[in-house]
């Protein structure tokens, strides 16, 4: 009987209860104190501003002039409301509280002060009324109170930071329930699965009478006592084995004491094995330190060109807001070949102690960068890092996995590596939005040194490949002249990266800066993409596997992405730009399994290279077109406005979609034929 | 020590550890949030007030007065000064940046940092920071549209400051609480939900001691050891009886048999 499966999602269940609880009632606490202490604020700025008003009504008073005589009354009251922003309505109205003259939108719930109402010694009279904090100040005729100058300042100001501050706190809800269950995965993994997993492997080969295993002595928790027993248990045996093997030699019959030796041999084996058996938990063990690495890289994604243009100077510079994408993504395309050697040299270990190096120097310098051109070059550092970084988690991912389940995997690689995304996306633009973009930066270095801290404890040595290189260029050429192969690559990779790095990572910020928005709203929008991808990556692996017509939902994939971006055709940018986010998500998640399983159909054509340097082509197709993504996208920006940009890119992916789909039923048509 | 803590106890300090980064998120963002919201919003009321004072300096100009002659200026300034607790220092200086009227009268005749002013022509309101205190500018301007000045008004975000203590204070409070009754009761859902696992790992412990009695979460290995047990305990019984037995010949080295 195995140990009970569902725990993972047991465990992480109480652990979501209890932090949506402890987080939700600090908030709620915190938002309501947020109330409380600002509302004076508020009062006050309502009073400071009917305190002007009411004096140049109460001079007017002292110099004679009837109250009822009062002429321009309107006109004084709309320039008092234009003066000042955030005010609802200034209205004047007599002792008996009728309105005498108003400006503003004063909302029907609006009663003026009941005749009689005591004149306060200073300062106003405040309330509450319906969506504003009302001032009332008195205007005095002969010592009398002779009407009541009201001024409303909108809730409206503190009802949009509360907003703001409960999208906040989702976020942070959101990404720490993430990360605990990436977490308590990794704890689980280390000390639960797969210490059980290693328990039931040697339970089978004891089973099978091989008494020469040894478990590894180095487990901590349960599991390394249940090991420690296990080699008691096994020693235990060997020396009973020793025993009969001295009684054998004892008992002068050799001949009838080894045939009974021979028999205890042909269904037992004894010894001590030269190699233990390993745990197996080094799959599990990758997704934590990738989905660390990748949460500090994305933290910055969403503010990335508004800093660049801020250190560019401005609007001036809107090339150059896409220089540090370009890059960063270049460096990743660059170094994703030099990857792949340090990984095959050093082992995933070492690689990625070595790529995690240059990510946090990348990131430092981001911190301290003055202009663009560092800006630019401090991110290609860390795409640098980032190239040697992924490949090493992917190598370790498929060398880890158990033998016919390297595709799920490499699954949790694209799981963990979006759940970083989408964790550090949001939770970034948060931070920069509290503390700054360059503090950002240096927390994104302080990540990535704690996951070199996770690796060297947690990862085990060794790995290093002796696999001889095979020629690059030959490898490219065989790739490329499999027709099937450079169709994917021309009309679905790349515009599918060129959409990705020129919409969502360059032109989306932009736009939706351009709306008004705070940098954590825009952080919201833009975590949008990686929320709608997590669940579409699931989809699109099942489409595939269910239908066998990958290569369809690839151009389905494409014709969503664009018709999303040609949806401010039809709609105000306002409620565009977030569904073309979401379109965006949902398309590149769904094709991102299909392309992936293309591949190793396409490998087996006569003449084609093997699946790994078929896969790492496709790679490289992506990162191409991440690296024209952003400046396309900025020099669309530079000649047309950001909707005019989203709609180029919408026909760019319509267009090659509907080319990908032709060019699957021209293939099917000439199979039918040739059949 | 490596080994010594159970999972759960891992767990439950994953848990603790995500709860106090959670709690401790949410409350220093929105303390962060709410710090720009107060300080932006005494900014705006003393906004205001500068403002004013500044008009009220334009209608005497209005009159035809020069900016130094403005009578009542100074009286007008420690008036507002006190009226106006949030008020640290009042200033009003001329196209020249030469402070004219200061509610502390010895930087009268003073010349004003450049940082503390707007550029030249500017219509709207500034602000500028003096050291630790704040500052807000409001230009003057006669009335053919020259400006003849600025009124600097400072101030200090101590009552910002009280503001944010409650508020911290409340937030403490509420994270403190939250974590006294998360972090024991995640300890305990984590020992209920964790019991089957742990049952496991104590019956497998169990059922390698020797003569361990049956357990049904280590079947399969108890019946992997009583296998061997029988395979060696019968091998043991008959190289006994063959011990007991006449010798074939002149025992051999234990050498020559071992495996």
Known sequence: ?675 | MRGELSFATRLTGVLATMLLLGCGLAAGLNYLKFERMLLEQQARVLEILAGELGSTVENSLALGVRLAGVPGAQALLERSRAAEPLIAGLTIADADHVVLFDTDRQNMGGTLPRDHLAPQGQAESWRFRDGPRYGIGAPIINGFGQPEGAILLRYERSAVDERLAAALLAMMQATLLALAIAIPAGALGLHLVTRHTRRWFAAMQEAMQPGAAPAALAAGLQVAIADTDTVLTEAEAQLEQIAAQMPESVPQPMEAIAP
């Open chain 1, 1 to 675: 009987m195995t140990p009970d499966r569902r725990l993972v999602g047991r465990v992480v269940a109480v652990a979501v209860l209890l932090l949506t609880l402890a987080v939700g009632f600090v908030s709620h606490t915190a938002l309501r104190s947020f109330e409380t202490e600002l509302r004076p604020e508020l009062e006050r700025e309502a009073t400071i501003v009917g305190s002007i008003g009411a004096r140049t009504l109460q001079r007017a008073l002292d110099l004679g002039v009837p109250f009822n005589g009062l002429s321009g009354l309107d006109e004084y009251l709309a320039s008092l409301l234009a003066a000042r922003q955030g005010l609802a309505y200034v209205l004047l109205t007599d002792a008996a509280g009728q309105r005498i003259a108003s400006a503003g939108d004063a909302s029907g719930d609006f009663a003026g002060l009941p005749a009689g109402t005591v004149a306060p010694e200073r300062g106003a009279l405040m309330r509450l009324l319906g969506g504003s904090y009302d001032a009332a100040l008195p205007v005095l005729e002969s010592g009398r109170v002779a009407g009541w100058l009201h001024v409303g300042i909108a809730r409206a100001r503190l009802d949009t930071a509360l907003d703001d501050m409960r999208w906040d706190v989702l976020i942070v809800l959101l990404v720490v329930l993430l990360a605990t269950t990436e977490f308590l995965r990794f704890v689980l993994s280390r000390t639960v699965a797969a210490p059980i997993g290693m328990v039931l492997r040697l339970q089978s080969r004891l089973a099978g009478g091989d008494w020469t295993l040894r478990a590894p002595g180095d487990m901590g928790a349960e599991a390394g006592r249940v090991a420690r027993h296990l080699n008691v248990l096994v020693r235990r045996m060997n020396d009973r084995w020793d025993r009969l093997c001295w009684m054998a030699a004892q008992s002068g019959a050799a001949q009838r004491a080894g045939a009974v030796l021979d028999g205890v041999r042909e269904r037992l084996r004894f010894g001590v094995a030269a190699v233990q058996e390993g745990l197996g938990a080094g799959a599990a063990s990758a997704r934590l330190p990738l989905f660390l690495f990748v949460f500090a890289e994305q933290l910055s994604t969403s503010f990335n060109p508004i800093f660049a243009l801020e250190l560019a100077g401005g609007q001036g510079g809107i090339m150059g807001a896409a220089l540090p994408i370009v890059a960063f993504v270049a460096a990743v395309a660059l170094f994703t070949p030099f990857g792949g050697a340090v990984v095959a040299r050093h082992g995933p270990r070492n690689a990625l102690l070595i790529g995690l190096l240059p990510a946090a120097i990348g990131h430092v310098g981001a911190a301290l960068a003055t202009d663009l051109t560092t800006f630019a070059i401090a991110r290609a550092v860390c795409g640098a890092g980032y190239a040697i970084v992924t490949i090493a988690c992917q190598v370790h991912l498929a060398q880890e996995a158990p033998q016919g389940r390297v595709a799920r995997s490499l699954g949790g690689f694209t799981a963990a590596v979006m759940t970083g995304a989408v964790c550090g996306t949001a939770i970034g633009a948060v931070m920069a939005d509290r503390v700054g973009f360059r503090l950002t930066f240096v927390l994104s270095m302080l990540l990535v040194a704690g996951t070199a801290l996770l690796v060297w404890r947690a990862f085990a040595a060794g790995g290093a490949s002796e696999q001889k290189q095979m020629g690059l260029w030959h490898s490219a050429r065989a790739a490329f002249a499999e027709p099937r192969f450079a169709l994917l690559v021309l009309f679905a990779a790349i515009p599918a990266k060129v959409l990705l790095g020129g919409f969502i990572f360059f032109l989306a910020p932009l736009e939706l800066r351009e709306l008004g928005l705070s940098q954590a709203a825009i952080g919201r929008n833009v975590m949008l993409y990686g929320l709608c991808m997590l669940p579409a990556i699931l989809v699109g692996a099942w489409l595939t596997d269910r239908t066998g017509r990958g290569g369809l939902v690839i151009a389905f994939a494409g014709a969503l992405n664009g018709v999303a971006l040609l949806l401010p055709m039809w709609l105000d940018r306002e409620t565009a730009l977030p569904l073309a986010i979401i379109g965006t998500g949902l398309a590149q998640g769904l094709a991102a399994a299909p392309m992936l399983a293309i591949i190793p159909g396409l490998s087996l054509m006569r003449g084609a290279p093997n699946s790994a340097a078929m896969l790492s082509f496709l790679r490289l197709a992506e990162r191409f077109g991440s690296v024209i993504g952003p400046p396309a996208a900025a020099a669309l920006l530079a000649l047309g406005t950001g909707q005019e940009t989203m709609l180029a890119l919408g026909v760019l992916s319509l267009a090659t979609a509907i080319g990908y789909a032709l060019s699957l039923a021209f293939q099917r048509l000439r199979q039918r034929e040739a059949a």
